[in-house]
């Protein structure tokens, strides 16, 4: 067992609606979306059209660069929809599930081939970029963060503490690709994961980001231009081990209902492509004042109330918009209701306390104006943070580089942005760095 | 908003003023857009307010020290607290005005230009060139000197968060070097009535420094400087009103600790190798209370849109501060206050000071991954 990995950096949002841990239904969404757009890289090409019969695993989209690597069904029944936006871009193919699944049935063989047919391989994404990873590249490492630190992150051992086999044979069958690092939370004890066999496994201990990957990776191996690791979820990798143990495709997943504004939080069991519509017993009568995100408050998707559950999430948020004017917000001296990490308000007197946030920005946009340190200390990462973001605004190829855009994905600044007074968005900074990027370099 | 201040609407052009004045009351309802969905309750407006309180208790000192000062330089003796306040006052406030009405007038109208948003920045600006100008300067100076530092400094550079130099020092260096006469001898840190000149030996002269330097300092003890009832500039004087400031600045995290103390580390540097060299016989100690050091320590060089950005460079940055200050102050008794001097060089320096400091971290961080 490693030594720990103590994080003194981050900065855990005190938001309230952390999900209570206990399951509160299971879900069987009468219509399912595959979402080619969850997954960043892939070209779609349509492979059914609607009235077709899919069986749960059934190709659905295809990449039309590596026509191997394929999006399965999650759930068996007829697609009902094609869903397409501007251009006649593919957004989403509508599956209406069948009340009793069927699944179509794999048989394991070799690794690569196993999960490119079953639909599994884009749940691997590759760093640097954040894009779905390539079959003919190996990596020179599988990392997988086994606790999340985001705001009402699902709990792993909850979720996924009960499937330890399936992740023991997910690792196992990714062992023969690369050498895979699972990252434990060295504050929970008797973790369900110690146990885990044929990886390595570090401990960590810190606030968020210190349960994303990426951070992660920057202190176990960090990547040097020219290489690439892969990473994926905790159920990406349970997902894994049930396709070797059964031979079939399965994401069915505990997804953590939580946010604010979710009546009675709790996890739910069910599929990716889930509609929020099937969420609405957490969300009551006026889905107009709510905001839904897939993922978490800080890097997660604002999915509308007509949207998805996002493929690679297990948590679902939702929040009140904030569109309300605050007479005299900023010059009050104490604002009972907000959460600041700065000292010029008083929520540093409560820690215990947690917040009914809302999505309201609390201030103008304006350029950077504090420096580096004030972002850095919520990000344990050896990078500068803003000296980056500059060289992504400025689009400076050379400049990013050696500020480090290969260790980092948008998600790992979302803190800096949380905390930033002059509110820019750090995040998407970062992403039009990456794209920028990929363009380049391809 | 009213739709005629919108884009196409009739007051367009009064966009930027209106959204200024309506954010100042309430905080809009605006909401994040894309990445993170919450956000931090801290904006500008609210960073740079406490500035201005921190700097409040050396302004309101300093405006009883103009109506102290005057009192000594007239010879008049039992005259109330509030009476000398209130003449400081009524100096003060036509500077203020000025300071505001010229800076701010050009900070909408760029903004609207440049489509943004008025940010906060002047607000800071504005309520520090008073303080660190001769409290007598001609008005008409002062509109210019302001309009200098803001176009000049900052609006060229792309607004507040984009500027180089710090406009309030800015200001007060075109004062400086366009106007000499008023900037320096010994009655022009002495605020008088017209017509009137100062009573022969009732008072103990100019800002120490500016008698000819710092030798000149003789006749003022630890304790008049370190609570501040000595000429010079309005906010400048009394050291222990900007450690007040200088606490809730550090306090609050806005000013860099590192800066500070790196300043004053690099002053008694110099001061002690000044000393123990024989250049001079004032102990080190005493170049902390002279001048404008401990407010430009406090408040000019903490600035963080032009200090250094990285951990270290704002270490070398304080450090080159302090020891330039008093270099400036023993080597240089043309230049009497070398604070102002030190920091707009070190400020021309900080970006140099980052990139040295980040290549460093790079290529060490570069090797430490080739040897892993």
């Known amino acids: 067992m490693s030594d720990i990995i103590v994080l003194k950096r981050g900065l855990d949002v005190p938001v309230k609606g952390c999900a209570d841990l206990r399951v509160s239904k299971s879900m069987n969404p009468a219509t399912v979306a595959v979402q080619p757009g969850c997954i960043k890289g892939l070209l779609p090409r349509l492979l059914v059209k609607e009235g077709d019969r899919v069986l749960c695993g059934s190709p659905v989209i295809a990449d039309k660069k590596n026509p191997d690597i394929l999006l399965t069904a999650p759930v068996s029944g007829t697609v009902k929809e094609i869903v397409r936006g501007e251009k006649r871009k593919l957004l989403a193919v509508l599956i209406e599930a069948d009340e009793k699944q069927e699944f179509a049935e794999f048989k394991p063989g070799d690794v690569r081939s196993a999960l490119l047919s079953s639909g599994l391989w884009p749940v691997?994404?590759?760093?640097?970029?954040?894009?779905?990873?390539?079959?003919?590249?190996?990596?020179?490492?599988?990392?997988?963060?086994?606790?999340?630190?985001?705001?009402?992150?699902?709990?792993?051992?909850?979720?996924?503490?009960?499937?330890?086999?399936?992740?023991?044979?997910?690792?196992?069958?990714?062992?023969?690709?690369?050498?895979?690092?699972?990252?434990?939370?060295?504050?929970?004890?008797?973790?369900?994961?110690?146990?885990?066999?044929?990886?390595?496994?570090?401990?960590?201990?810190?606030?968020?980001?210190?349960?994303?990957?990426?951070?992660?990776?920057?202190?176990?191996?960090?990547?040097?231009?020219?290489?690439?690791?892969?990473?994926?979820?905790?159920?990406?990798?349970?997902?894994?081990?049930?396709?070797?143990?059964?031979?079939?495709?399965?994401?069915?997943?505990?997804?953590?209902?939580?946010?604010?504004?979710?009546?009675?939080?709790?996890?739910?069991?069910?599929?990716?492509?889930?509609?929020?519509?099937?969420?609405?017993?957490?969300?009551?009568?006026?889905?107009?004042?709510?905001?839904?995100?897939?993922?978490?408050?800080?890097?997660?998707?604002?999915?509308?109330?007509?949207?998805?559950?996002?493929?690679?999430?297990?948590?679902?948020?939702?929040?009140?918009?904030?569109?309300?004017?605050?007479?005299?917000?900023?010059?009050?001296?104490?604002?009972?209701?907000?959460?600041?990490?700065?000292?010029?308000?008083?929520?540093?007197?409560?820690?215990?306390?947690?917040?009914?946030?809302?999505?309201?920005?609390?201030?103008?946009?304006?350029?950077?104006?504090?420096?580096?340190?004030?972002?850095?200390?919520?990000?344990?990462?050896?990078?500068?943070?803003?000296?980056?973001?500059?060289?992504?605004?400025?689009?400076?190829?050379?400049?990013?580089?050696?500020?480090?855009?290969?260790?980092?994905?948008?998600?790992?600044?979302?803190?800096?942005?949380?905390?930033?007074?002059?509110?820019?968005?750090?995040?998407?900074?970062?992403?039009?760095?990456?794209?920028?990027?990929?363009?380049?370099?391809? | 908003m009213n739709k005629i201040f919108e884009k196409g609407g009739k007051l367009y052009w009064l966009h930027s003023s209106v959204d200024a004045f309506e954010t100042f009351l309430h905080v809009p309802g605006t909401v994040t857009l894309k990445g993170s969905h919450v956000r931090d309750a801290i904006d500008l407006k609210r960073l740079l307010i406490l500035v201005v309180i921190a700097a409040a208790p050396a302004a309101l000192f300093g405006m009883w020290n103009v109506g102290y000062q005057h009192g000594l330089a007239m010879g008049q003796t039992g005259v109330h607290i509030l009476e000398y306040f209130w003449f400081g006052f009524l100096k003060v406030l036509p500077l203020y005005i000025v300071s505001y009405g010229v800076g701010l007038a050009i900070e909408f109208a760029s903004s609207q230009i440049r489509n943004e948003e008025v940010s906060e920045g002047y607000l800071v600006s504005g309520f520090f060139i008073p303080l660190i100008v001769p409290v007598d300067i001609p008005l008409w100076m002062l509109a210019l000197a302001v309009a200098f530092a803001v176009i000049l400094g900052k609006e060229i550079f792309g607004g507040t968060g984009m500027n180089i130099w710090n406009p309030a020092l800015l200001a007060r260096a075109f004062l400086f070097f366009s106007y000499p006469n008023y900037m320096s001898g010994s009655e022009c840190w002495i605020a008088f009535k017209k017509g009137e000149t100062a009573v022969a030996d009732a008072f103990t002269g100019a800002t120490p420094l500016a008698l000819g330097g710092a030798p000149a300092q003789y006749g003022t003890g630890f304790w008049d400087l370190f609570i501040g009832t000595v000429p010079g500039s309005v906010g400048e004087t009394s050291v222990i009103a900007i450690l007040l400031g200088a606490a809730l600045l550090l306090w609050t995290g806005i000013a860099s600790w590192k800066i500070m103390c790196g300043s004053v580390a690099g002053a008694l540097l110099v001061g002690w190798i000044g000393q123990a060299a024989g250049i001079t016989d004032i102990p080190c100690y005493m170049q902390l209370l002279y001048g404008g050091f401990a407010f430009g320590t406090v408040f000019m060089a903490t600035d963080p849109v032009t200090s250094c950005q990285t951990e270290c460079g704002k270490w070398i940055f304080g450090l080159l501060v302090g020891m330039l200050c008093v270099m400036v102050r023993l080597f240089n008794p043309g230049y009497a206050e070398g604070m102002m001097l030190a920091i707009l060089l070190c400020n021309t320096f900080a970006p140099l000071i980052d990139h040295c400091v980040v290549s460093a971290h790079i290529s060490r961080r570069e090797r430490k991954l080739k040897a892993a």
Request: with cysteine; glycine share 8%; net charge negative.
């Open chain 1, 124 to 442: 691997l994404v590759q760093r640097p970029y954040g894009i779905m990873a390539d079959p003919a590249v190996t990596p020179k490492g599988i990392f997988v963060s086994a606790f999340n630190t985001a705001p009402l992150a699902a709990d792993t051992e909850f979720t996924l503490g009960q499937q330890v086999a399936f992740i023991q044979k997910g690792i196992d069958a990714l062992a023969q690709i690369a050498p895979v690092h699972v990252s434990l939370d060295a504050s929970v004890k008797d973790s369900a994961f110690a146990k885990l066999k044929g990886c390595t496994l570090h401990r960590f201990q810190g606030k968020h980001p210190a349960g994303n990957v990426g951070v992660q990776i920057s202190h176990i191996s960090p990547i040097r231009k020219g290489e690439t690791v892969w990473t994926l979820p905790l159920h990406g990798l349970a997902a894994i081990g049930k396709l070797f143990a059964t031979g079939r495709y399965d994401v069915r997943r505990l997804v953590a209902v939580c946010g604010p504004a979710a009546i009675e939080p709790s996890y739910v069991e069910t599929v990716p492509g889930t509609p929020v519509s099937c969420f609405a017993p957490f969300y009551g009568n006026t889905p107009e004042l709510d905001r839904f995100v897939s993922g978490n408050l800080l890097s997660g998707s604002n999915v509308g109330a007509d949207g998805y559950l996002g493929w690679a999430d297990d948590q679902f948020t939702i929040i009140h918009e904030g569109t309300e004017e605050e007479l005299l917000g900023w010059i009050r001296p104490i604002r009972w209701n907000r959460f600041s990490t700065d000292r010029s308000y008083f929520s540093w007197l409560m820690p215990w306390r947690k917040y009914d946030m809302d999505t309201n920005l609390h201030g103008g946009p304006r350029p950077f104006l504090m420096n580096d340190g004030y972002y850095a200390k919520v990000l344990p990462m050896d990078i500068y943070p803003v000296f980056l973001a500059k060289a992504c605004i400025a689009g400076d190829i050379d400049k990013m580089e050696r500020f480090g855009i290969y260790e980092v994905l948008p998600e790992d600044l979302a803190t800096c942005e949380f905390v930033d007074p002059s509110k820019i968005y750090i995040q998407d900074c970062i992403a039009k760095g990456i794209d920028l990027m990929l363009k380049e370099m391809a």
